[in-house]
């Protein structure tokens, strides 16, 4: 890719933020806090008012009756505020998951965007392998030309240029499809992809201290074991509003009545509702919120096995590629350069076939690959440890790591 100096460059914390603001299943979630927010005040119980209008005799002369008034329906009082703390905890609930989506973007953006960068890494080594086989090439045809060496080796240096400069095309293919799914995570329209995007972090081996007890201390303040026991109580408050369902409901009336010429009265009528049929209605209720409480506790302990479950492949995958990483940086990573240029010297002095050369470049190459790869993968597992310990390990906002 370009890195001309009027391109735009976007770093990790840039990502985020915009995926901050544009996200659509964020911006769905925080429409969800918003309707259960409003839904407090009807959750009171108190209806809207009715006004009426009655009339009678009206083909009669000489007696007529008329009537208006207002009526307000309303919860017993308590049956209100049992309501009103279950719509309180159910707002609760809103908040703790548009909470944990939000940690859920900031970690998606940051694998897409360790892919983007993982990528960029693919398509050096890809051009670096071109170069390799070019020079390969040279070296094949300028032995070829002295009589050293026969044209089977020219043609099998052709083919390794061809294969790599497939390589290539196909690295370069996975990159745009990595700036594409970043962007989609992104919440950015296909309009506002710029080609002209440059990436200010990139994949360097920081080593990250992390032990396995301090993952695993945190996991039960994590969000999504603060999201289930919210949904638990939220669950047993409904046990207490379906009760309070026995309780009856209440009718105030105030009226004007007009019974002829010299017969005006007002009046006040107060009306309560009995539930009669407990066992049909009220009582089936208490029953599913019981149910539904019960499944909510054995939500409880299955999302905590899902954790900790989760948090440790997470650690242990963790360890292996940070282990990985240090095996190449204290032993491959040296042997396989110093064997890929021993070989190509001895080629080039006639000591050494060309199958050994090519040999000692699938070495070199792949040793390179599984380090970038390993790289990937240890940035990729400390992202998800982040969702279980309160703070960030990579991508931390300072810049490249």
Same mark, same amino acid.
């Given at each position: 890719?370009?890195?001309?100096?009027?391109?735009?460059?976007? +770093?990790?914390?840039?990502?985020?933020?915009?995926?901050?603001?544009?996200?659509?299943?964020?911006?769905?979630?925080?429409?969800?806090?918003?309707?259960?927010?409003?839904?407090?005040?009807?959750?009171?119980?108190?209806?809207?008012?009715?006004?009426?209008?009655?009339?009678?005799?009206?083909?009669?002369?000489?007696?007529? @009756?008329?009537?208006?008034?207002?009526?307000?329906?309303?919860?017993?009082?308590?049956?209100?505020?049992?309501?009103?703390?279950?719509?309180?905890?159910?707002?609760?609930?809103?908040?703790?998951?548009?909470?944990? =989506?939000? &940690?859920?973007?900031?970690?998606?953006?940051?694998?897409?965007?360790?892919?983007?960068?993982?990528?960029?890494?693919?398509?050096? %080594?890809?051009?670096?392998?071109?170069?390799?086989?070019?020079?390969?090439?040279?070296?094949?045809?300028?032995?070829?030309?002295? #009589?050293?060496?026969?044209? %089977?080796?020219?043609?099998?240096?052709?083919?390794?240029?061809?294969?790599?400069?497939?390589?290539? =095309?196909?690295?370069? @293919?996975?990159?745009?499809?990595?700036?594409?799914? =970043?962007?989609?995570?992104?919440?950015?329209?296909?309009?506002?992809?710029?080609? #002209?995007?440059?990436?200010?972090?990139?994949?360097?081996?920081?080593?990250?201290?992390?032990?396995?007890?301090?993952?695993?201390?945190? %996991?039960?303040?994590?969000?999504?074991?603060?999201?289930?026991?919210?949904?638990? @109580?939220?669950?047993?408050?409904?046990? +207490?509003?379906?009760?309070?369902?026995?309780?009856?409901?209440?009718?105030?009336?105030?009226?004007?009545?007009?019974?002829?010429?010299?017969?005006?009265?007002?009046?006040?009528?107060?009306?309560?509702?009995?539930?009669?049929?407990?066992?049909?209605?009220?009582?089936?209720?208490?029953?599913?919120?019981?149910?539904?409480?019960?499944?909510?506790?054995?939500? &409880?302990?299955?999302?905590?096995?899902?954790?900790?479950?989760?948090?440790?492949?997470?650690?242990?995958?963790?360890? +292996?590629?940070?282990?990985?990483?240090?095996?190449?940086?204290?032993?491959?990573?040296?042997?396989?350069?110093? %064997?890929?240029?021993?070989?190509? @010297?001895?080629?080039?002095?006639?000591?050494?076939?060309?199958?050994?050369?090519?040999?000692?470049?699938?070495?070199?190459?792949?040793?390179?690959?599984?380090?970038?790869?390993?790289?990937?993968?240890?940035?990729?597992?400390? &992202?998800?440890?982040?969702?279980?310990?309160?703070?960030?390990?990579?991508?931390?906002? #300072?810049?490249?790591?």
């Amino acid at each position: 890719m370009s890195q001309a100096t009027d391109e735009r460059v976007i +770093t990790v914390q840039d990502a985020i933020q915009i995926a901050m603001q544009q996200n659509p299943e964020l911006k769905y979630a925080e429409e969800q806090v918003q309707v259960q927010r409003s839904l407090i005040g009807p959750s009171w119980g108190i209806e809207s008012p009715e006004v009426y209008y009655f009339r009678e005799g009206m083909d009669d002369g000489v007696f007529s @009756e008329q009537r208006w008034g207002v009526s307000q329906s309303v919860a017993f009082p308590l049956t209100g505020y049992l309501q009103q703390r279950k719509a309180s905890v159910d707002l609760d609930v809103a908040q703790l998951e548009a909470d944990f =989506l939000r &940690i859920r973007i900031r970690a998606d953006v940051k694998r897409a965007y360790t892919n983007v960068v993982y990528t960029i890494k693919k398509v050096d %080594l890809a051009r670096n392998e071109l170069q390799l086989a070019e020079e390969l090439r040279e070296i094949a045809s300028a032995r070829l030309d002295v #009589g050293e060496s026969t044209e %089977l080796d020219l043609i099998q240096s052709d083919i390794q240029l061809n294969e790599a400069r497939n390589r290539l =095309l196909q690295a370069r @293919e996975m990159h745009n499809s990595a700036r594409y799914e =970043l962007f989609r995570v992104m919440g950015t329209e296909p309009g506002g992809q710029e080609y #002209g995007i440059s990436y200010a972090d990139t994949l360097v081996w920081v080593d990250i201290a992390l032990s396995q007890e301090e993952v695993l201390k945190e %996991l039960s303040e994590s969000p999504e074991m603060l999201i289930a026991r919210k949904i638990s @109580e939220s669950a047993k408050q409904k046990i +207490t509003t379906e009760k309070s369902r026995y309780l009856p409901g209440l009718r105030f009336d105030y009226y004007y009545q007009d019974f002829g010429s010299g017969y005006d009265f007002t009046g006040f009528e107060v009306g309560v509702s009995i539930p009669l049929w407990f066992g049909v209605n009220e009582s089936r209720r208490v029953m599913q919120a019981r149910s539904e409480f019960r499944q909510t506790e054995w939500n &409880i302990n299955k999302t905590h096995l899902r954790l900790n479950e989760r948090a440790e492949n997470a650690w242990h995958s963790y360890i +292996t590629s940070r282990e990985a990483i240090l095996s190449y940086k204290n032993f491959v990573q040296s042997r396989a350069s110093t %064997l890929l240029e021993l070989t190509r @010297e001895g080629y080039r002095a006639g000591e050494l076939d060309l199958l050994r050369v090519l040999e000692a470049q699938r070495t070199y190459l792949e040793s390179e690959q599984q380090y970038y790869e390993s790289l990937k993968n240890y940035y990729e597992q400390l &992202i998800e440890l982040e969702k279980y310990i309160p703070k960030e390990l990579v991508f931390t906002g #300072g810049g490249s790591e």
